[in-house]
């Protein structure tokens, strides 16, 4: 059990949460802030006679139109309804999943004017595994992700579709199985719902745990290459990578290193002085993107800990703050940071690729003993260099974009959500990338024989050779390379 709290909810956390199913509560503290905050503003309504964003008045650019008090129970169920206008994908599941646990999250500060009930309901589903049907395009990433969260939360009121227990369900009859009856929104609260940045923080914590995982299959697999290839192991050296002083350049040539140690071929006499830059440079290429993923897991876990809808709402100072915390700037820049961080590592994957099957290094032609007659691993190349060209054209950066909206009282957007979106797009292709690497550098080892690499991958190659076989003669690859994928995915 997680108890949801004031204290850091870090990424890994929310990694262990999501993957062991674990369930959350609400801390005492927790829902003793939720209610201060509720019986604050509702106290506020009752003294204030000048109008409070959001909680008295319309939104966006009708922020100006004053709401009577018997109107604003429905102006809050108005908001949820008219702000669902997602189209596109749907956001895989366990993105959703993300999304609730950080929009819980965002609410348990005290300073969102929620009621307590509607938070337990959010736990409630989460706890069950209740998925709001949500999809991929309509948010700016700006107001916050309105449309996306409008779909996460509609089913509090009854409306919209979940996905529950293997089948797909209105809000509905979502309720009259449960037993529940819908959450009677009251002022503020589906402001307070639908503004935020869990859309966007969601993807990128999945994004997050995805690329922490590939930078070190990335140094695994470039190890297995580099010796495949007859590689040199003096770039790794501890000397020559202080001297630059990145720590993701010293990171990575020691795990290089330490992935090589024991390995007959590396310590063996080199006829070549000197390596492509595929695999000579993997210290400073994979170190770079180990120093943008180190920069944007701060960003986001600061992201994840924080308030962001509006207005903010600080009961101990008596202030109601309409301010932008909602605005995705601080992490759409970051994520497209990321997004180029994590399609280089496919780059330079593609190209140790690419070398593997040049016919050097006495490597037979595209890894086959029978060139010719046998294509061999001609296509897997083609295969990645596809996907090294899509990544490349998603890493055009969606922050610097923006659209003016609400007759220009939401003058500029971040549009976060799409360099949210295609950041996952891009953390897939990079992980089908380092797989069809894989693919060839194992098949690559078997032309070493009978000299063995290091034993901590001749035995991760023996699991590997369990799902893929070594090729002697052309097959159908798909299959190998979406086992391959399946592996690296474990």
Not at 241 to 258: D, K, M, S, Y
Not at 296 to 324: H, K, M, R
Request: a negative charge; hydrophobic letters at 40%.
């Amino acid at each position: 059990m997680h108890h949801i709290s004031t204290d850091r909810l870090t990424i890994d956390r929310i990694g262990e949460i999501i993957a062991s199913g674990s369930k959350i509560a609400l801390s005492d503290e927790a829902k003793g802030l939720i209610k201060n905050c509720r019986e604050y503003l509702d106290r506020k309504m009752e003294t204030q006679e000048s109008p409070i964003y959001g909680v008295t008045t319309g939104f966006g650019s009708l922020c100006n139109i004053s709401i009577g008090k018997d109107d604003l129970s429905a102006l809050q169920r108005n908001l949820m309804m008219s702000h669902a206008c997602g189209t596109g994908d749907e956001v895989r599941p366990e993105i959703v999943k993300i999304m609730l646990l950080n929009k819980i999250q965002s609410l348990s500060y005290g300073n969102s004017g929620v009621q307590l009930e509607t938070v337990e309901r959010l736990v409630d589903m989460f706890n069950d595994d209740i998925l709001p049907v949500v999809y991929q395009q309509g948010s700016l990433g700006a107001s916050g992700d309105l449309s996306p969260l409008a779909h996460l939360c509609l089913p509090l009121l009854g409306l919209g579709e979940v996905n529950y227990r293997g089948e797909r369900l209105s809000g509905e009859e979502l309720l009259k199985r449960k037993g529940w009856q819908p959450v009677a929104l009251r002022s503020k609260e589906g402001l307070a719902l639908l503004n935020g940045t869990q859309f966007m923080s969601a993807h990128t914590v999945w994004a997050l745990l995805k690329a922490k995982r590939l930078n070190e299959l990335a140094d695994k697999i470039g190890a297995l290459s580099l010796d495949a290839f007859d590689g040199r192991i003096e770039p790794f050296g501890d000397e020559v990578n202080l001297v630059r002083r990145h720590r993701g350049q010293i990171e990575t040539a020691r795990a290089v290193r330490a992935w090589l140690d024991g390995s007959e071929i590396i310590v063996r006499q080199k006829a070549h002085v000197q390596d492509p830059y595929s695999f000579r440079c993997m210290p400073q290429v994979h170190g770079a993107a180990k120093d943008a993923l180190t920069f944007v897991w701060q960003v986001i876990e600061n992201e994840v800990n924080s308030p962001t809808d509006n207005p903010t709402i600080f009961p101990e100072e008596d202030l109601i703050v309409s301010a932008g915390n909602f605005h995705g700037e601080p992490i759409a820049i970051p994520m497209d940071y990321l997004a180029i961080a994590l399609s280089e590592l496919g780059s330079i994957s593609e190209r140790r690729i690419y070398q593997l099957i040049s016919g050097s290094r006495g490597l037979p032609s595209f890894l086959v003993a029978h060139p010719g007659l046998n294509s061999g691993f001609m296509i897997p190349q083609y295969t990645a260099a596809s996907i090294v060209s899509q990544s490349k054209g998603l890493c055009w950066p969606a922050s610097c974009d923006s659209i003016p909206s609400s007759q220009g009282q939401e003058d500029h957007v971040s549009m976060g959500s799409n360099s949210a979106t295609k950041l996952c797009r891009i953390a897939d292709n990079t992980e089908r990338i380092l797989a069809i690497e894989l693919f060839n550098a194992a098949q690559a080892l078997e032309f070493r024989r009978p000299l063995k690499t290091s034993t901590v991958l001749e035995k991760w190659v023996a699991d590997y050779r369990k799902s893929v076989p070594f090729v002697e003669n052309d097959t159908i690859m798909a299959p190998n390379i979406a086992k391959s994928i399946e592996f690296i995915g474990q």
